[in-house]
């Protein structure tokens, strides 16, 4: 067998929130067949700017525009499709996004499922490390106030 080819990819996403009586809400988009759930996000495409492909990108995966009010940093990981013999090395830049409105009923068909979730369940259910270290972030900022 040769050896793996390495490649680079530069994806966007967001935090989406709304506070209700019930406390701070996340959305979580549910992927491979159901048994994954993690943050929206996707490849940011040839000369678009990180914000706009996530604000792009969680609409297609979520059904819903979100305002962005604060960046969340990025995370980096590597993942392998043996199909394809490729490695590859992941950048996600994050990014705090406030409710503005739609519906998870017109999420792609990426996501098997758009939902919401209180914040520190939806830090429960994600599958990813990354995705856990972004959502303490988001809570961080938004429980001190410190989301612009």
Same mark, same amino acid.
């Not at 019930?22 to 940011?44: A, C, E, M, Y």
């Not at 914000?51 to 392998?80: C, H, M």
């Not at 992941?90 to 996501?111: I, N, Q, S």
């Given at each position: 067998?040769?050896?793996?080819?390495?490649?680079?990819?530069?994806?966007?996403?967001?935090?989406?929130?709304?506070?209700?009586?019930?406390?701070?809400?996340?959305?979580?988009?549910?992927?491979?067949?159901?048994?994954?759930? #993690?943050?929206?996000?996707? /490849?940011? %495409?040839?000369?678009?700017?990180?914000?706009?492909?996530?604000?792009? &990108? +969680?609409? =297609?995966?979520?059904?819903?525009?979100?305002?962005?009010?604060?960046?969340?940093?990025?995370?980096?990981?590597?993942?392998?499709?043996?199909?394809?013999?490729?490695?590859?090395?992941? #950048?996600?830049?994050?990014? /705090?996004? %406030?409710?503005?409105?739609?519906?998870?009923?017109?999420?792609?068909? &990426? +996501?098997? =499922?758009?939902?919401?979730?209180?914040?520190?369940?939806?830090?429960?259910?994600?599958?990813?490390?990354?995705?856990?270290?972004?959502?303490?972030?988001?809570?961080?900022?938004?429980? #001190?106030?410190?989301?612009?």
């Amino acid at each position: 067998m040769r050896p793996a080819r390495l490649k680079r990819q530069v994806s966007a996403g967001g935090v989406v929130f709304r506070r209700d009586a019930d406390g701070i809400k996340v959305i979580l988009v549910s992927v491979k067949d159901g048994s994954v759930w #993690t943050l929206p996000k996707g /490849l940011i %495409e040839k000369g678009e700017p990180p914000d706009v492909a996530a604000v792009r &990108e +969680v609409q =297609e995966e979520t059904g819903l525009e979100g305002r962005i009010v604060d960046g969340l940093g990025t995370i980096s990981y590597w993942y392998f499709l043996k199909d394809e013999n490729t490695k590859y090395h992941k #950048t996600v830049h994050f990014y /705090l996004m %406030e409710y503005a409105g739609g519906t998870t009923e017109d999420h792609d068909w &990426e +996501v098997n =499922e758009a939902s919401w979730f209180r914040i520190d369940d939806a830090l429960k259910m994600v599958k990813y490390k990354g995705d856990r270290e972004v959502l303490e972030r988001a809570r961080e900022r938004l429980l #001190t106030g410190d989301a612009k």
